[in-house]
């Protein structure tokens, strides 16, 4: 848990970056991916190399569509990917959602102020942090959404 302090702290590295200038260097996503392969080459977190790799060509795929369409900008897609690198593949997907569930709060609290765009990397940060501190979190709001609707 201690050793996923690294892909947070560049993650915030990246959401000041993205607040002050709408752009993730590339340098902060060369450092998560780099620190990820690394940490994974040397068995430092229970994800194997194969799961790291899926891990970042599905957080790639997820958002390139995205990215496609202009809705989001192409460091928060190569952020994704490389985050891939210390997730795996149940943690990008973990990502994934939560980033989601965060875009969409501060694309609401964005269009009510008049705004049209915002800054994703804090979205994707918040998605990171459920994703490591609360690994079962989508199975618990699933369980929890089943428990209120039956």
Known sequence: ???MMIPLALSLEAVYYDLQKREIPDGVVLRVLFTG?????LSWHGVSFVNALLGMVIGFAF???FALAGGIGGGDLKFVGALGAWLGVAGVMSLLFWSAMFGMLAAIITRCSGRNDFPF???ITLGLCVAIFWPGGIDELISWLRSGLV
């Open 121 to 123: 990397a804090p979205a």
């Open 63 to 65: 958002v390139l569509p």
């Open 37 to 41: 392969l690394l940490a994974t080459f």
């Open 1 to 3: 848990m201690l050793l």
